[in-house]
């Protein structure tokens, strides 16, 4: 079946502009992580969702970075006045239930600042 | 200090080798262990997930914990090319939540 889709895969913004990125988890999976990975390290945790609820934001960077998923299924992180350190992969990964292990991945957005 | 630390590597190995991957954490409260594989501008894909210490074995793949010393590892049995890709570690507090990851080592597998 399909698997985890992001949109758009690359992205590049002038410094200033804001962003908007989309994931389209699997299917009835309840549970969704937003992780921002830089170049040359592993994928720093961001935001988690359950259904719609956003219960963890801890490892939002800062007020400019905002995520939601208003129906339990796709979620958008936005990222408001972009700035050359937001310039990362952005993954988002999904998870079937609540008390699965496994993280699906998507491919990621390469955002871009210039 | 990060909470997991991974050798850094690169790694480049001939085709057959043995590979070993190892990560140390600090805190105790971690109670799962992951290792992802991650191809070059694709997500990272779960390899390998324990709970306990000991000792897992999937195929070519070993996942080790050893949580008294916070030592988790990954042995690679006759390594191919296809194998070649970024190897990142991963630690858990809860089953379900989320993942602090190493920074990677990257590995190549030469034939």
């Known amino acids: 079946g399909a698997g985890v889709s992001q949109s758009p895969r690359y992205k590049v913004a002038k410094r200033g502009q804001d962003v908007a990125l989309r994931c389209d988890p699997i299917?009835?999976?309840?549970?969704l992580f937003w992780y921002q990975q830089a170049l040359g390290q592993g994928p720093e945790f961001l935001t988690y969702f359950q259904n719609e609820a956003q219960l963890d934001k801890s490892g939002l960077p800062s007020d400019r970075f905002f995520a939601e998923r208003p129906e339990g299924s796709v979620s958008t992180l936005k990222i408001q006045r972009t700035q050359q350190e937001d310039s990362a992969v952005y993954l988002c990964?999904?998870?079937?239930?609540?008390?699965?292990?496994?993280?699906?991945f998507g491919p990621g957005t390469r955002l871009t600042v210039t | 200090q990060k909470e997991v630390e991974q050798d850094p590597g690169p790694l480049s190995v001939p085709e057959g080798a043995i590979v070993s991957l190892n990560c140390t954490y600090s805190n105790s409260a971690f109670q799962y262990f992951m290792w992802y594989r991650q191809y070059s501008r694709k997500g990272p894909e779960l390899l390998m997930y324990?709970?306990?210490?000991g000792n897992k074995e999937d195929g070519r793949f070993t996942a080790q914990v050893d949580k008294s010393s916070k030592y988790i590892s990954l042995f690679i049995r006759d390594s191919q090319p296809s194998d070649s890709a970024t190897y990142l570690c991963?630690?858990?507090?809860?089953?379900?939540?989320?993942?602090?990851f190493g920074d990677g080592t990257t590995l190549t597998v030469k034939p």
């Open positions: 324990t709970y306990s210490s």
């Open positions: 299917s009835g999976h309840v549970s």
């Open positions: 991963a630690i858990k507090k809860t089953n379900a939540g989320k993942s602090t």
């Open positions: 990964a999904s998870i079937e239930h609540e008390t699965s292990y496994e993280q699906y």
